[in-house]
RNA sequence: GCGCCUUUAGCUCAGUCGGUAGAGCAGCGGACUUUUAAUCCGUUGGUCCCGGGUUCGAGUCCCGGAGGGCGCACCA
């Protein structure tokens, strides 16, 4: 089982393996422990005991805690330790002449990375750091590995990502990070419930995969010897329950796409997807507008504002606004005619020097992605799209070669994308068909359409508004990060050989 | 898929012109009753990612391969 270990590793588990001996042998078997009662947190003992002056300390008042010994100082006849829980560190002290010799002599045994438990009363020392003075301690569980450098931590990416658990022990703003993406999720929902949503599931087997452009990952369901996919997204099965009557739906839920890995793009990720019956795009970009203002503050303090890389980032309302053709035209010069005909949009691709598009869609989102997201760095709603890349989207009254669309974009990432819903069935059907001969012309990323769907348009879709949102790309937004690894606990990686 | 970079002790990293493999931390032994990257003394520890090649001699140069990172392409 360890016959991949070097020789000094090897050593360092042994050395631990005796120590865990030692514990067993002394004060029973760490490992026996079920239970220790923790009353209290890191957190809550530096707020509530902040007051204590150098010296001082509150002797008649007990506290258990419990976490993860990631430092030890031992000066002979005491001990300083700093123990580690999910809220943050406390120092521990320990005396000899306290704990007698036989109990002292356990923390010979206790080293960086075990778990224990720890209850005294805190005082604050001659350094000034607020501690807590062992009373009673139990060893909760042995780390038999070592730690990584208790200076620099774990620095090795690709370990960093294998082994996220030991990231996690040891940098703390990866565990950070994390702890964010959770309040902002969370936040997420509070905010949408708020507004009446109803929070469902859909599956994410199908026999389709539709509702947007990816390739998916294909798998076999053996009680039904049939080949089924993973979902793309959720967008069909959740306008399936607004015809069904549930009027407001989301879900945040797990989309497989099975395209390339990069800083953006890992092929499992997290989008949230929402549906309103009775409003229209306006109303949605609205609500899209409050909610990341309100994200925006809750992980800012309040403020307008983020720092994302080396810029400062202004999210104060109104966001700026720019129609999809007219900032194409002001960037690249190019004509609506231009871009609206096949023959117009594949000679600018030619122009900017791009490989030729099998589509005139395909063509359209290179030339959008090559012109105006770069300059897209304040988040701003790109409207007014063209219909023929939005196959689900209503068309505009009175220009039926757009669509009542946007896609929010901030620090040159589509942060949103929403529309009001095409629910007329007959159109609908009509786009399938179009993307039947698309798919055909060799966009492998074109989905089959799901015939089903259509027949539920058939019963009456309300007017609906409807938006997806990029989770892990808005918690990177959010937290300043630049991989979308930094938000993901475990990113795919390749297997080891 | 293409290009660039990277892989040396458990961890973080040096390693010059091709000439006996280095440091800090961790570990181990010792000292130390308010330290906090504790300090001080001593000390163990190597499949230099893998496989070939050149050479008297390769961590170092060449070829091939693997893992990872970053760009590009593709996508969200």
New binding site residues.
């Given amino acids: 089982m360890h ?10 588990i042994a ?2 393996r ?2 865990l001996a030692a514990l067993r042998s002394t004060c029973g078997d760490p490992f026996a422990q079920t239970r220790y009662a923790v009353e209290t947190t890191a957190k809550e003992l530096h707020a509530s005991y902040g007051v204590l002056d150098v ?1 001082q ?1 509150a002797q008649s008042e007990r506290w258990s805690l419990a976490g993860r010994l990631m ?8 001990i ?1 330790a ?1 123990v580690h829980d999910r809220t943050g560190r406390l ?1 521990v ?1 320990i ?3 306290e704990l007698g010799d036989e109990r002292f002599a356990v923390w ?1 045994h206790l ?2 990375g075990d778990v224990v438990g720890v209850t005294g009363y805190m ?7 607020l ?1 807590l ?1 062992l009373v009673d301690f139990a060893p909760l569980a042995k780390a038999l ?18 082994q996220r658990y030991v990231d996690l022990i ?1 940098n703390d703003d990866v565990r950070d990070a994390m702890i964010a993406r959770s309040r902002i999720i969370s936040e997420m929902r509070r905010f949408i419930d708020a507004n009446g949503f109803f929070e469902v599931e859909t599956p994410t087997l199908l026999h389709v995969a539709g509702g ?3 390739r998916p990952f294909l798998t076999h369901v053996n009680a039904l010897d049939q080949q089924m996919q993973l979902r793309i997204a959720t967008e069909l099965n959740l306008k399936r329950l607004i015809v069904g009557g549930l009027e407001r739906v989301y879900e945040i839920g797990r ?3 099975n ?11 997290t989008m949230l997807e929402l549906y309103a019956a009775f409003w229209d795009v306006h109303d949605m970009m609205d609500f899209n507008e409050a909610l990341i203002h309100h994200l925006v503050g809750a992980v800012s303090g309040e403020r307008e504002e983020l720092r994302v890389g080396e810029r400062t980032i202004s999210f104060k309302r109104p966001f700026a606004r720019v129609a999809y053709l007219d900032g194409i035209a002001r960037h690249g010069g190019y004509t609506r005619e231009q871009l609206l005909s096949p023959g117009g949009a594949a000679a600018i691709v030619a122009e900017l020097g ?2 030729p ?1 099998p589509t005139h869609g ?1 063509a359209l ?2 030339i959008f ?2 012109v105006l997201e770069p300059h897209l760095i304040e988040p701003t709603f790109v409207v007014d799209y063209p219909t023929l890349i939005s196959p689900l989207a209503k068309r505009k009254a009175g220009d039926p070669e757009l669509v009542d669309r946007y896609e929010l974009f901030c620090a040159n ?2 942060i949103s ?1 929403a529309f009001t819903e095409l629910n007329d069935p007959d159109d609908q059907r009509e786009r399938f068909e179009q993307q039947v001969r698309e798919r055909a012309k060799g ?1 492998e ?1 074109i989905p089959e359409p799901d015939w089903d769907f259509v027949r539920a348009l058939e019963y009456g879709m309300p007017p609906t508004a409807g938006i997806g949102i ?1 989770v ?2 808005l918690v990177m937004l959010l937290t300043g990060k ?4 930094d938000v993901i606990l475990f ?1 795919l ?5």
Avoid: C
């Fill in positions: 016959e991949d270990l070097g020789k000094t590793e090897a050593a360092l050395a631990r005796e120590s010296g300390s430092s030890k100082r031992t000066m002979g006849k005491t300083f700093d120092q002290y005396r000899k002449d010979d080293e960086r005082f604050r020392s001659k350094k000034g750091d501690t003075h590995y070592p730690l990584p450098d208790k200076w620099h931590g774990l620095q090795d990416v690709e370990k960093r990502y294998r040891v947007a452009s990816a989309i497989f796409r395209e390339g890995i990069d800083t953006t793009h890992n092929p499992e990720f791009l490989p598009s395909h989102d290179k992605e090559h990432m589509e994308n966009d990323e990029g892990d790309r630049q991989s979308i690894r990113p990686q390749r297997q080891h050989g």
